[in-house]
């Protein structure tokens, strides 16, 4: 029998080579590979981001995403200060424009106090002193939030990973997968090799891993375009903390926002637009598999039903820039149609339940020789390290249990 691992990670987003790092460090003597497709890490979502470092004060107290985004932002400025990684907690800001979203935005201040997040509340004059760019009629004011590039954190875990003697096979798509009672039998584009455990973080292809093992599962990954502009260099002064919308409450996503990025400019975005192309970054990208894949699924059909109206709209200010500047006109009137100039898109896996229920948290499967990240939305890049030492913990468990 061929060499055999004891654990494979399989996916180098941010996700998958925290956990790779976390689980080396709890087993130094174990042999341990990191798969990726992709001739480097981060290539997809990690890499596709706003670089925000989240403080949580969106998420349901007692979630996984409440637990691990707390966690996540004291671990990842730690991890950024411990290895010169620049970062910033500019703070953000949370811009109330007329009474329903103020209402809406007292309703997140007291989510954020049971989730333990300190954040002040500033009527339309304090707001006016510190960003006189911004309009609105209150806000609420989170100064822990802070941004980073997750593709140099990436970058640096890998190279930690790799300098405890962990492996990499990169180029290489797993394939096939082949569970029986003493290993997992893993086929790539490249070669084939076996683990006795199999931790699977594939991002947009969470789903696809997940069959490749017969594992029952009852969602699918839709995939959401986030487009982005980035305002002119001169613009780069316009805001000094990010300024986001008060968030409907039925939607998913946080609204166009602001976001100062590490190197100084500012995007305006993302939005959310269905996408027919699940790792298809450009506008007119199209894969007639992964369109029928979701138009042939039921949970597909009862998102839309429920969601037709804000679909039509996104999709509406996707075609029409006019549309999308009116979003952030709405509290930063300054921006002009001009000074929205051309950013790369991101893709959101989304995890799709049968029911049309959009799954808000993190989400796991397993089988006896593997766990798999299903469903890890915004802010896993905030939360990789807590997630990295969850799926470390679980997998040691289920390893030691294995006869
Ligand atoms: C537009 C947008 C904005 C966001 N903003 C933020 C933010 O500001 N802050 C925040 O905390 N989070 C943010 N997020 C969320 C965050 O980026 C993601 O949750 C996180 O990056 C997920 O990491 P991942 O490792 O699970 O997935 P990914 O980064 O997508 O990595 C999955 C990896 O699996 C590999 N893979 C898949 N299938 C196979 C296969 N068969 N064989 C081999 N390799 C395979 C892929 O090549 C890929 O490298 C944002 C996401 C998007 C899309």
């Given at each position: ?13 941010i ?29 997809h979502?990690?890499?596709h ?15 996984l ?7 996540g932002?004291?671990?990842?400025i ?5 290895n010169?990684?620049?970062?910033e ?5 949370l ?16 989510r ?15 707001l006016?002193?510190?960003e006189p ?84 599962i009852?969602?699918q990954?839709?995939?959401?375009r ?7 260099i001169?613009?780069?002064s ?7 919308p008060i968030?409907?409450?039925?939607l ?16 305006v975005g993302?939005?959310a ?21 979701f ?5 597909f ?10 679909g039509?709209y ?13 979003e ?8 002009k ?9 991101g ?10 229920t ?7 499967a ?5 766990i ?12 990789a ?5 969850y ?5 040691t ?7």
């Open positions: 029998m061929k060499e055999i691992y004891d654990y494979v990670v399989l996916g180098g987003g996700v998958g080579v925290s956990t790779a790092l976390s689980l080396i460090d709890k087993h130094p003597d174990k042999k341990i590979l990191l798969i990726d497709k992709e001739s480097s890490f981060a290539k979502q990690t890499g981001n706003s670089g925000v470092i989240h403080s949580g004060v969106y998420y349901q107290p007692g979630s995403k409440a637990q691990f985004c707390r966690e932002l004291k671990e990842t730690n991890f950024c200060s411990i010169n990684i620049p970062y907690q500019c703070g953000k800001l811009v109330a424009t007329n009474q329903v979203e103020l209402k809406r935005m007292h309703e997140l201040h007291e954020s106090k049971s989730n333990e997040i300190s954040v002040e509340v500033l009527d339309q004059k304090q006016n002193e510190i760019n911004i309009m609105g009629i209150s806000a609420l004011f989170v100064k822990s939030t802070g941004i980073v590039d997750y593709k140099l954190i990436t970058k640096k875990m890998s190279e930690e990973f790799e300098s405890k003697g962990g492996e990499f096979l990169l180029n290489s798509e797993v394939v096939s997968l082949e569970e029986d009672k003493e290993k997992i039998k893993i086929i790539t584009s490249s070669e084939s090799l076996n683990t006795k455990y199999l931790i699977c973080c594939a991002g947009l292809m969470a789903d696809r891993v997940a069959r490749l093992l017969n594992i029952k009852n969602f990954i839709i995939p959401f986030g487009e982005y502009f980035r305002l002119p001169k613009h780069n316009l805001i000094k903390h990010l300024v986001y968030p409907d409450p039925d998913p996503f946080l609204g166009v926002h602001l976001t100062k990025m590490i190197d100084g400019t500012i995007t993302p939005n637009v269905l996408g027919f192309k699940r790792e298809g970054y450009n506008k007119l990208n199209f894969s007639l598999r992964d369109t029928i894949e138009l042939s699924f039921k949970g059909h009862r998102v839309i039903k429920k969601n037709l109206k804000s039509i996104e999709m509406k200010n996707s075609i029409f820039k006019q549309g999308y500047l009116k952030v006109q709405k509290y930063s009137p300054n921006i149609i001009n000074d929205l100039e051309p950013y790369p898109a893709i959101r896996a989304q995890a799709v339940l049968e029911d049309g959009l799954v808000h948290d993190f989400l796991f397993e089988s006896k020789r593997s798999h990240v299903c469903n890890a939305p915004s802010p896993a890049a905030t939360s390290i807590p997630i990295g030492k799926i470390t913990k679980k997998a468990e289920a390893y030691n249990n294995l006869t």
